[in-house]
T-cell receptor
Framework: AQKVTQAQTEISVVEKEDVTLDCVYETRDTTYYLFWYKQPPSGELVFLIRRNSFDEQNEISGRYSWNFQKSTSSFNFTITASQVVDSAVYFCALNNAGNMLTFGGGTRLMVKP | EADIYQTPRYLVIGTGKKITLECSQTMGHDKMYWYQQDPGMELHLIHYSYGVNSTEKGDLSSESTVSRIRTEHFPLTLESARPSHTSQYLC???????????????FGAGSRLTVL
């Protein structure tokens, strides 16, 4: 069975602060894929990143960066210099080849001006 | 621009009514999904389809039903709505990325249902 845990239900920061959203996963598979999705107030889930289990290289995309640590089964997401537009619910998710996506419970990020 | 469309975006109805939530995608994806999202944010898979004439129940038991007569269309129906069905329903589709070996889902904007 697969499981994804996002321990932080809600985070509130002031604009320009850095913030890290935690994600811990459980799976028995050796090949699996990790994702982050963003859900703005408008409701749709927007795909942010995909990582496969063989690629532990961290990734940076603008103000976003992801830290994949297989040893601790974590796939954390950091937003640098947060902005009000970053306010959203963020979901971490996991699947293995052919299986359905398992989502974490989500972290609501509020960035205050 | 969205390639997966859900209608209606918002619906308020009375108990006992029959409703259909529409979902269409223009990407030619074989796999489609319905997720139910609690007010507390958690997403639960309620139905999925591998292709035309294929429908499966997801992890969360649901009184809704789905059909897949055409690749692009995956409607969800509630025969008799109840207040416990009040939720957001998200439709998604995906295709297998042979390069990465991953199954990336594209989501619609959601249908927010309120049953009085």
């Amino acid at each position: 069975a697969q499981k994804v845990t996002q321990a932080q239900t809600e985070i509130s920061v002031v604009e320009k602060e850095d913030v890290t959203l935690d994600c811990v996963y459980e799976t028995r598979d050796t090949t699996y894929y990790l994702f982050w999705y963003k859900q703005p107030p408008s409701g749709e889930l927007v795909f942010l990143i995909r990582r496969n289990s063989f690629d532990e290289q961290n990734e940076i995309s603008g103000r976003y960066s992801w830290n994949f640590q297989k040893s601790t089964s974590s796939f954390n997401f950091t937003i640098t210099a947060s902005q009000v537009v970053d306010s959203a619910v963020y979901f971490c998710a996991l699947n293995n080849a052919g299986n359905m996506l398992t989502f974490g419970g989500g972290t609501r990020l509020m960035v205050k001006p | 621009e969205a390639d997966i469309y859900q209608t209606p975006r918002y619906l308020v109805i009375g108990t006992g009514k029959k409703i259909t939530l529409e979902c269409s995608q223009t990407m030619g994806h074989d796999k489609m999904y319905w997720y139910q999202q609690d007010p507390g944010m958690e997403l639960h898979l309620i139905h999925y389809s591998y292709g035309v004439n294929s429908t499966e129940k997801g992890d969360l038991s649901s009184e809704s039903t789905v059909s897949r007569i055409r690749t692009e269309h995956f409607p969800l129906t509630l025969e008799s709505a109840r207040p416990s069905h009040t939720s957001q329903y998200l439709c998604a589709s995906s295709e297998w990325d042979s390069g990465s070996g991953a199954n990336v889902l594209t989501f619609g904007a959601g249908s927010r249902l309120t049953v009085l």
